[in-house]
């Protein structure tokens, strides 16, 4: 404890320099790191190497894939460096600002957050994506990852605060948690007033145990239990695009589509040639599904409610949009809702109505994404309503400072 | 706890309706509440007055006059609401947008948040003037006021749900916790799923209850330590003005300054003069300080980290900017920090350097509030950095929604 409480301190004080830093020496941070991850490629497939030998086999497959660095990966780990370095600086952005009628000007300019920490499961590519969205938008990265990449970690850090010293930004500006247990994550999430803001990559149990432990505020990734809806007035050629490449294009991601809605007076035409369309998914419907659609089982309302990741669809047939607004009010999870509608008066009556990060009219539910939708970079994707909602990308990493300039003014 | 669950449902459903509801209806029920609470307002002092009569004798006699309602009491209550409805709607606002290369429009809108919970103390005040800044901005007003102004915020609710009724909007808009127990309160701070935020209204120890309780997002209310440094250059009429206004024009607030910081060049010149002027203030000064005024005292390391709230001021001579700053970085809460300068550089260089929700140059501590700086309304002073920092308007009581719009788009 006193180890992190230490290294904790000497995060928050390099947090004042780095506010201080221009977007000049930020962006020679993550070119240089950029080069330094090409030019010691081979050191940080080594550290790979040797926690592949001590943790590989404990893992599954997938894990496995996910742990694994290569020369390729740390190709592509520069060049995501190199990609956000072209960013424009988020910082010192006049958000709004007015002069007051006794003379006072008012201003609202964007500033870090000061320290962001990140905690994250695997992927040692995190590492440097993480810190190169810190570092660009003036925050330290306190990062905490999982015991089997440790090693890797380690030696991607040590190269980033390498380069860090080289550009004269302090050293501390990026940190990795060196205790990996439970217990050394749970006292990371409560070290407040040193973290101003923490963000989970990883997955539900992740999720769950900073619910359960963090002191220090949070942006949480939620679930995606995403929706289509085929209104009566849809194009149904569009609707079978959208709904296959909603559900099939990958099928493992948050922003995939779950279940298909579809009006009443449409359900006959559309579903069989969904079902056509979609041979590989599984189908679990609600009766009248079942009974245009052969294969189709029964849908329970549990499976309404569960965000599949699978080839797994589940299908309802409604009599009206606000029958399909009800069901996703009560089984949405708030990410990214879609309807496909060539009314102007449904289209605007949904994106009003439902309750989401994102709402989407004519549009597969796979492009909420950062990327997708020009943030350039994307640190997550939260399904909360303070502070950031939908994509994040670097602006999120940010807060306002009001900046009041008077000339002696006092109040009466 | 059934019964909270029951009323947690009612006000979430309710939230829908509202989202959905016109300015001119919300302006409706403002305007309609400020009437109502002028025709009204016997039925109200008599349900106070009851309040009084059995909680009075053993509240302090502050505590008993903020609980205490007035017929001009409640006419600024019913003012408020009015000046609340004059101001511009914070919803329908496109924060921004633009258009994808593959021909996806994508702008965020400004929406409400949902279920907004206030959880207050005594005034009674706060029951009309939480409820008008919600249903203004869309949300839900879920309140949770004391024990013992509970038969006067019945009353005042009571009045509310009927004129939501009245302009159409559904009566759960407005909705207040039966059971005033502790216990209540801290099951109300885990409504998760209920309450899209949840705002205090009081002192440290509901701020720290709700440290320990709330599971829900909450936006917190900080302590105000706040520092007027001195600078070299400072015009030291002005700064005299600055002092005295920032601690004496109303002591007891957050934004009133606590300490004191002079460069050592001008303290001597300073300081006599701060002395004279400030006549009622107890000074805690450091060795330097108290060699120039005979009647400071000695300043503790605790005294410098003290809100004092009173007529006492912590004073220290520095011998450089930076040296303040440390200092300011050692003992601010966040809040709103303050230069005396006339040196563009060293405004500058402090501006930059202070991490808090507000910085003045040449202008009272005592500025930084909502209604000061021409929010129109206040709902509290966040010294938190995530979603609001500072004071919050309407529209800090909003979210934004993604839309995405397209014709036939999907992810390749």
Chains 1, 2 share one sequence.
């Not at 923490?198 to 359960?212: D, V």
């Amino acid at each position: 404890m006193a180890d992190l409480l230490e290294q904790a301190k000497a995060v928050k004080t390099a947090s004042r320099a780095l506010a201080m830093a221009s977007a000049a020496v930020r962006d020679a941070f993550l070119l240089g790191a950029a080069s330094a991850l090409e030019a010691h490629g081979a050191q940080i497939l080594a550290a790979n190497a040797e926690d592949l030998a001590q943790h590989g086999a404990s893992l599954t497959d997938a894990a496995r894939d996910r742990l694994t660095l290569t020369q390729a990966r740390v190709q592509s780990m520069a060049s995501g460096l190199r990609q956000v370095a072209a960013l424009p600086d988020p910082l010192g952005e006049v958000v709004d600002g007015w002069r007051r009628p006794n003379g006072l000007d008012v201003r609202r300019v964007r500033v870090p957050l000061g320290v962001v920490g990140i905690i994250y499961e695997n992927r040692p590519n995190v590492t440097s994506d993480a810190a190169g969205l810190c570092i660009k938008s003036g925050n330290c990265a306190y990062l905490r990852g999982s015991s089997t990449a440790q090693g890797t970690n380690a030696a991607i850090v040590s190269l980033l605060r390498r380069v860090a010293v080289e550009v004269g930004l302090p050293e501390a500006c990026v940190a990795l948690v060196e205790d990996t247990s439970h217990e050394a994550a749970a006292r990371f999430m409560g070290l407040s007033g040193y973290l101003d803001c923490l963000i989970p990559r990883g997955g539900p149990a992740l999720i769950a145990s900073m619910r359960e432990h963090a002191t220090v505020p949070t942006i949480l990734d939620g679930d995606g239990n995403c929706h289509l809806y085929v209104c009566e007035n849809a194009n149904l050629a569009m609707a079978l695009d959208l709904i296959e490449n909603g559900k099939t294009q990958r099928p493992g991601v948050c922003n995939a589509t779950e279940t298909l809605l579809v009006h009443s007076s449409r359900a006959e035409a559309f579903l069989s040639g969904m079902a056509e369309r979609l041979k590989g998914v599984e189908l679990r419907g609600c009766p009248r599904t079942c009974a245009i659609i052969e294969r189709a089982i029964p849908a329970s309302d549990e499976d309404y409610a569960t965000e599949f990741g699978a080839l797994i669809l589940s299908v309802k047939v409604v009599d009206s949009i606000d029958e399909a607004i009800d069901h996703i009010a009560a089984y949405s999870t708030g990410h990214s809702e879609a309807i496909c509608t060539d009314s102007v008066h449904f289209a605007n009556y949904f994106v009003r109505s439902v309750d989401a990060a994102a709402v989407l009219v004519n549009a597969s539910t796979r492009f909420v994404d950062g990327e997708q939708l020009g943030l350039g970079a994307e640190i997550g994707i939260s399904t909360q309503k303070l502070h950031a909602r939908g994509p994040m990308g670097l602006r999120e990493l940010t807060t306002a400072k009001w900046i009041i300039t008077g000339q002696g003014q006092v109040r009466t």
